[in-house]
């Protein structure tokens, strides 16, 4: 029963977090259902992988490019 209630609100979770990958809002959605998907399917977990790669690697970017324009000023 725990199973399929994690699967059902961790597909869920996924769906609203594309559409709002898609449209304005936040993608800790997309997160928190992949987390919990991740738990019975490798792909999920992969693509938890993914997502917190990329995110940390735009974080660092932004980063970056705010402390040049800090200094440029």
Known sequence: MKKKLRITV???LALVGIVFF???GSMFVLLLG???LSYDFPKARE???RCQNSMSKTARRLDAFL???KFKN
Request: proline fraction near 7%; glycine fraction near 6%.
């Open 10 to 12: 961790g597909s869920m």
């Open 34 to 36: 992949l987390v919990m």
């Open 47 to 49: 693509m938890l992988r």
């Open 22 to 24: 898609i449209l304005p």
């Open 67 to 69: 402390l040049h324009r």
